[in-house]
């Protein structure tokens, strides 16, 4: 039988960031793409990941490098 731990339920322990870059290591086809006339948003969307940075804005740069920093989460 399985020993149950005293420490109590911390949520940020299941928690972890991750940005564009981490999804463009995953799926090298996003590193090919011109973001000026492809929504980088939309395109994330077909790999179940979502853009919640709040500076993020639609066709700003054509490059991926150029949003690598913006945070994104798993869509479930």
């Keep these: 039988m399985k020993i149950k731990s005293k420490e109590p339920f911390n949520p940020d322990n299941f928690f972890s960031s991750q940005c564009v870059e981490d999804v463009a290591r995953k799926f090298e ?10 929504s980088l948003a939309n ?34």
């Design 29 to 38: 086809i996003l590193k090919t793409l011109d973001y000026r006339k492809i």
């Design 43 to 76: 395109e994330i969307t077909k790999y179940n990941y979502e853009i919640v940075s709040k500076d993020y804005v639609d066709f700003e740069f054509s490059n991926i490098e150029e949003y690598y920093n913006f945070e994104v989460d798993t869509i479930v």
